[in-house]
């Protein structure tokens, strides 16, 4: 080569098709580049720069420029190839972006804003779609697998009398026939809630569990009992807890498109009862519970404002008052109160 040739970077020789590496040295001549062996000899690869891919730049990663001919020359020495470029009207877009902050953060907010779209509009209508094709095996899966969750880690079998149990279930049936579902729909299982106290809930394939607690909390009000679980009946039916799950699944997806592999995120969404219990349906969807739960009870001819009633007993016995939450995505228990006596009174529904 001409004498004028300058040495650009040492570093590693790789022939064509081949993991075996070589020292070498990349010489530079106006617009050409080659390669030459340390052992010496002729120059083991050349390329004009228009026909050479050389790789951007990102961190300490190191360089590879890939000749025509298959082979590659590998470099550490990354400001000496920055160098080099700059010097035939080069620059590495990458690097450039990573030393330059302000476009840096504005890649950022980019990306945040990008992800607040996908939130706000790719995301609920992604669920919708998913709800819709989800098969029952699906549902059932994912409830046998918060079920067995909870049972290991907080529930105990329940201490209700069998009499009792057999009583409550009678009456859920009498309701739940009612429903879109049918009684077939459903299962309803009895808890000692421990930690958790008193508590009802619905999982998506229409697996009800109701906790001891909650039942002693009633006193006895079977109509409040019923009232609480046509309530959860309101939540299969509109297929909340199926819809609670897909959307954490998309904040999973959308945690892993920022900050990349979170791991098993989404099996433990799935199956973990403890990330169940800890979503809180939102307001629009407790409030369309009640609702059901008044039409149900109406058409059972049980008292429709029975789940009201519960809400009251709540701040009785647990010191809440009128205008408190019963948790902190729910409606203060004063204004739901209010709308279910309100809806009770629009579908004519007697009292008790």
Do not use: C
């Amino acid at each position: 080569m001409a004498s004028d040739d300058k040495p650009i970077a040492s570093g590693r020789w790789h022939p064509p098709g081949s993991s075996r590496a070589e020292p070498a040295v990349l010489l530079g001549a106006d617009k050409t580049l080659y390669v030459r062996l340390a052992s010496g000899g002729d120059p083991a690869s050349l390329g004009d720069l228009a026909r050479t891919d050389i790789s951007a730049r990102v961190g300490r990663i190191p360089r590879r420029i890939a000749f025509a001919d298959g082979s590659l020359f590998e470099t550490e020495d990354n400001d000496a190839v920055d160098l080099w470029l700059k010097k035939q009207g080069k620059s590495g877009f990458v690097h450039e972006l990573e030393r330059f902050h302000p476009r840096l953060i504005a890649l950022v907010v980019a990306i945040f804003l990008f992800a607040g779209l996908i939130y706000r509009y790719a995301v609920p209508a992604l669920v919708e779609v998913a709800v819709l094709v989800t098969p029952p095996a699906v549902t059932q899966w994912m409830a046998s697998g918060t079920l067995l969750s909870l049972d290991q880690a907080i529930f105990d079998e329940s201490k209700l009398p069998d009499a009792r149990q057999n009583d409550i279930r009678q009456a859920f049936n009498e309701v739940a026939t009612l429903s879109s579902r049918g009684v077939d729909g459903y299962n309803l299982n009895f808890r000692h809630g421990g930690v958790i106290g008193p508590n009802a809930f619905a999982l998506p394939d229409g697996t009800l569990v109701i906790t001891d607690e909650l039942i002693e909390l009633a006193d006895g009000d079977m109509d409040m009992i019923i009232g609480v679980l046509a309530h959860e009946i309101g939540h299969v039916e509109r297929e909340h807890s199926l819809r609670q799950l897909y959307r954490a699944a998309g904040m999973a997806g959308l945690i892993m498109l920022i900050a990349g592999d979170v791991g098993a995120a989404g099996e433990d969404i799935l199956t973990n009862g403890a990330a169940l219990m800890s979503l809180s349906h939102s307001r629009d969807a407790e409030n369309e519970a009640d609702r059901i739960s008044v039409e149900l009870m109406a058409k059972a001819g049980r008292d429709p404002r029975a789940i009201g009633r519960f809400f009251a007993r709540l701040e009785e016995k647990l010191g809440l008052d009128g205008e408190s939450s019963f948790l902190s995505t729910h409606p203060g228990t004063a204004e739901r109160r209010q709308a279910i006596d309100d809806h009770a009174k629009s579908i004519g529904a007697a009292g008790p």
